[in-house]
Protein backbone atom coordinates (compact mmCIF):
# COMPACT_ATOMS: atom_id res chain seq x y z
CA UNK A 1 0.00 0.00 0.00
CA UNK A 2 1.36 3.51 -0.58
CA UNK A 3 0.41 6.56 1.33
CA UNK A 4 -0.22 9.96 -0.55
CA UNK A 5 -1.41 13.98 0.65
CA UNK A 6 -3.05 16.21 -0.51
CA UNK A 7 -5.21 19.63 0.79
CA UNK A 8 -7.56 21.81 -0.39
CA UNK A 9 -9.59 20.18 -2.60
CA UNK A 10 -12.74 23.29 -2.21
CA UNK A 11 -15.47 21.01 -3.90
CA UNK A 12 -18.42 22.88 -4.63
CA UNK A 13 -21.24 20.96 -5.91
CA UNK A 14 -23.64 22.35 -3.76
CA UNK A 15 -22.87 25.57 -2.92
CA UNK A 16 -22.43 27.06 -6.72
CA UNK A 17 -18.68 28.68 -5.58
CA UNK A 18 -16.31 27.47 -8.77
CA UNK A 19 -12.92 28.26 -7.60
CA UNK A 20 -12.01 29.25 -11.34
CA UNK A 21 -12.60 32.99 -9.95
CA UNK A 22 -9.30 32.42 -8.22
CA UNK A 23 -7.60 31.98 -11.74
CA UNK A 24 -7.40 29.39 -14.51
CA UNK A 25 -5.49 27.09 -12.86
CA UNK A 26 -9.17 26.03 -10.90
CA UNK A 27 -10.77 25.61 -14.12
CA UNK A 28 -12.95 22.36 -14.16
CA UNK A 29 -10.27 21.33 -11.42
CA UNK A 30 -12.72 18.84 -9.87
CA UNK A 31 -12.35 16.70 -12.94
CA UNK A 32 -8.88 17.49 -12.89
CA UNK A 33 -8.35 16.17 -9.52
CA UNK A 34 -10.54 12.86 -10.46
CA UNK A 35 -8.37 11.72 -13.32
CA UNK A 36 -5.36 11.98 -11.38
CA UNK A 37 -6.56 10.63 -8.13
CA UNK A 38 -8.08 7.63 -9.90
CA UNK A 39 -4.33 7.16 -12.35
CA UNK A 40 -2.27 7.57 -9.28
CA UNK A 41 -4.31 6.08 -5.87
CA UNK A 42 -4.98 2.23 -6.05
CA UNK A 43 -7.57 1.16 -3.88
CA UNK A 44 -5.53 -0.38 -1.19
CA UNK A 45 -4.18 2.78 -0.78
CA UNK A 46 -4.39 5.72 1.71
CA UNK A 47 -4.59 9.24 0.93
CA UNK A 48 -4.49 12.17 3.78
CA UNK A 49 -6.61 15.45 2.83
CA UNK A 50 -5.34 18.15 5.19
CA UNK A 51 -8.02 20.19 5.35
CA UNK A 52 -10.61 22.43 2.84
CA UNK A 53 -12.64 19.46 1.53
CA UNK A 54 -15.62 21.81 0.44
CA UNK A 55 -17.38 25.36 0.84
CA UNK A 56 -20.32 24.18 2.47
CA UNK A 57 -21.61 25.55 5.11
CA UNK A 58 -23.50 22.46 6.74
CA UNK A 59 -22.99 18.92 6.47
CA UNK A 60 -26.13 18.80 4.23
CA UNK A 61 -24.48 21.11 1.83
CA UNK A 62 -21.73 18.89 1.48
CA UNK A 63 -23.58 16.02 0.48
CA UNK A 64 -22.43 15.92 -3.24
CA UNK A 65 -18.96 16.72 -2.32
CA UNK A 66 -18.62 13.54 -0.14
CA UNK A 67 -20.37 11.39 -2.21
CA UNK A 68 -17.26 12.81 -5.28
CA UNK A 69 -14.70 11.71 -2.66
CA UNK A 70 -15.93 8.55 -1.63
CA UNK A 71 -16.12 7.52 -5.44
CA UNK A 72 -12.29 8.03 -5.48
CA UNK A 73 -10.06 5.45 -5.00
CA UNK A 74 -8.49 4.58 -1.99
CA UNK A 75 -8.84 5.28 1.78
CA UNK A 76 -9.34 9.12 2.75
CA UNK A 77 -8.89 10.39 5.85
CA UNK A 78 -9.75 14.20 6.49
CA UNK A 79 -8.16 16.80 8.74
CA UNK A 80 -10.48 20.31 9.38
CA UNK A 81 -9.45 23.14 6.95
CA UNK A 82 -10.58 26.80 8.43
CA UNK A 83 -13.14 26.93 5.52
CA UNK A 84 -15.03 23.54 6.56
CA UNK A 85 -17.68 25.08 8.10
CA UNK A 86 -19.84 21.59 7.99
CA UNK A 87 -17.62 19.77 10.09
CA UNK A 88 -19.46 17.99 13.01
CA UNK A 89 -18.53 15.59 15.69
CA UNK A 90 -16.74 12.74 14.49
CA UNK A 91 -19.04 10.69 15.93
CA UNK A 92 -22.23 12.21 13.76
CA UNK A 93 -19.45 12.42 10.88
CA UNK A 94 -19.00 9.20 11.04
CA UNK A 95 -22.94 8.48 11.32
CA UNK A 96 -23.34 10.52 8.30
CA UNK A 97 -20.65 8.69 5.91
CA UNK A 98 -22.83 5.71 7.58
CA UNK A 99 -26.22 7.16 6.92
CA UNK A 100 -25.13 7.86 3.32
CA UNK A 101 -23.42 4.86 2.25
CA UNK A 102 -20.38 6.65 1.53
CA UNK A 103 -16.96 4.94 2.73
CA UNK A 104 -13.45 4.72 2.75
CA UNK A 105 -13.61 8.30 4.60
CA UNK A 106 -12.49 9.06 8.24
CA UNK A 107 -11.87 11.57 10.07
CA UNK A 108 -8.76 13.06 11.75
CA UNK A 109 -9.87 14.71 15.24
CA UNK A 110 -7.91 14.79 18.82
CA UNK A 111 -7.14 11.41 17.42
CA UNK A 112 -3.88 9.97 15.11
CA UNK A 113 -3.98 7.46 12.88
CA UNK A 114 -1.00 4.51 12.09
CA UNK A 115 -0.82 3.54 8.46
CA UNK A 116 1.86 1.19 7.02
CA UNK A 117 4.19 1.37 9.90
CA UNK A 118 4.35 5.11 9.80
CA UNK A 119 1.87 6.92 12.33
CA UNK A 120 0.36 10.28 11.49
CA UNK A 121 -0.77 12.89 13.98
CA UNK A 122 -2.09 16.82 13.85
CA UNK A 123 -4.43 19.60 14.13
CA UNK A 124 -5.75 22.63 11.92
CA UNK A 125 -3.41 24.88 13.38
CA UNK A 126 -3.71 28.63 13.43
CA UNK A 127 -2.90 31.93 11.27
CA UNK A 128 -0.50 33.82 13.72
CA UNK A 129 -1.57 37.04 12.43
CA UNK A 130 -4.95 36.20 13.14
CA UNK A 131 -5.39 33.85 16.14
CA UNK A 132 -5.69 35.56 19.52
CA UNK A 133 -4.43 33.31 22.69
CA UNK A 134 -7.90 31.10 23.18
CA UNK A 135 -7.23 29.84 19.61
CA UNK A 136 -3.54 28.47 19.82
CA UNK A 137 -3.66 27.28 22.84
CA UNK A 138 -6.77 25.24 21.59
CA UNK A 139 -4.88 23.82 18.61
CA UNK A 140 -1.77 23.12 20.99
CA UNK A 141 -4.08 21.33 22.87
CA UNK A 142 -5.30 19.37 20.36
CA UNK A 143 -2.09 18.39 18.29
CA UNK A 144 -1.30 17.70 21.93
CA UNK A 145 -4.08 15.33 22.27
CA UNK A 146 -3.59 13.34 19.02
CA UNK A 147 0.45 13.10 19.07
CA UNK A 148 -0.71 11.26 23.04
CA UNK A 149 -2.98 8.82 21.15
CA UNK A 150 -0.36 7.25 18.92
CA UNK A 151 0.10 3.88 20.26
CA UNK A 152 3.76 3.29 19.21
CA UNK A 153 6.09 6.58 19.68
CA UNK A 154 8.67 4.63 18.29
CA UNK A 155 7.46 5.00 14.75
CA UNK A 156 8.48 7.52 12.29
CA UNK A 157 5.86 10.23 13.00
CA UNK A 158 4.24 13.15 10.45
CA UNK A 159 2.21 16.15 11.76
CA UNK A 160 -0.48 16.90 9.47
CA UNK A 161 -1.91 20.42 9.55
CA UNK A 162 -4.09 22.95 7.63
CA UNK A 163 -2.14 26.05 8.19
CA UNK A 164 1.84 26.30 8.12
CA UNK A 165 2.88 25.50 11.87
CA UNK A 166 3.69 28.56 13.87
CA UNK A 167 6.33 28.71 16.52
CA UNK A 168 4.46 27.46 18.99
CA UNK A 169 3.46 24.26 17.08
CA UNK A 170 7.11 23.73 15.97
CA UNK A 171 8.08 24.05 19.15
CA UNK A 172 5.82 20.74 20.08
CA UNK A 173 7.26 19.13 17.19
CA UNK A 174 11.13 19.76 18.19
CA UNK A 175 9.59 18.05 21.78
CA UNK A 176 7.86 15.54 20.57
CA UNK A 177 10.86 14.30 17.74
CA UNK A 178 9.06 15.14 14.60
CA UNK A 179 10.73 16.02 11.86
CA UNK A 180 8.42 16.63 9.14
CA UNK A 181 4.89 18.14 8.89
CA UNK A 182 2.35 18.37 5.74
CA UNK A 183 0.33 21.23 5.16
CA UNK A 184 -1.89 23.19 2.66
CA UNK A 185 -3.97 25.96 2.63
CA UNK A 186 -1.16 28.52 0.87
CA UNK A 187 -2.42 28.84 -3.20
CA UNK A 188 -0.75 30.67 -5.86
CA UNK A 189 2.50 29.57 -5.65
CA UNK A 190 4.46 27.88 -8.22
CA UNK A 191 5.05 24.29 -8.24
CA UNK A 192 8.13 23.85 -6.38
CA UNK A 193 8.72 27.14 -5.19
CA UNK A 194 7.98 26.78 -1.41
CA UNK A 195 11.10 26.50 0.45
CA UNK A 196 10.95 25.35 4.14
CA UNK A 197 12.99 22.70 5.86
CA UNK A 198 10.57 20.21 6.93
CA UNK A 199 7.75 21.61 5.97
CA UNK A 200 5.95 19.81 2.73
CA UNK A 201 3.12 21.96 0.91
CA UNK A 202 0.29 20.29 -0.55
CA UNK A 203 -2.26 22.10 -1.53
CA UNK A 204 -4.34 20.99 -4.82
CA UNK A 205 -3.08 23.64 -7.04
CA UNK A 206 0.25 23.75 -5.64
CA UNK A 207 0.79 19.82 -6.68
CA UNK A 208 -1.04 20.51 -10.02
CA UNK A 209 -4.30 18.05 -8.63
CA UNK A 210 -2.62 15.41 -7.99
CA UNK A 211 -2.20 13.69 -5.22
CA UNK A 212 1.51 13.46 -3.08
CA UNK A 213 2.87 10.16 -2.61
CA UNK A 214 5.14 9.96 0.36
CA UNK A 215 5.23 6.63 0.92
Not at 73 to 91: F, M, Q, S
Not at 115 to 139: L, S
Not at 145 to 159: C, F, N, P, R, V
Request: charged letters at 25%; proline letters at 2%; aromatic letters at 14%.
Amino acid sequence: MSIYVIGDLHLSFQTGKPMDIFGQVWKDHESILKENWQKTVKKEDTVFIVGDLSWAMYLDEADKDFEYLSGLNGRKILLKGNHDYWWETVTKLNMYMQDKGYTGIEFMHNSSFTVEGINFCGTKGYDYAEADDKIINREMQRFRLSYESIKDKSLYTYALFHYPPEKEILYMMKEYGIEKCIFGHLHGLKQGSYEREGCLLVSADYVSFKPVLIK
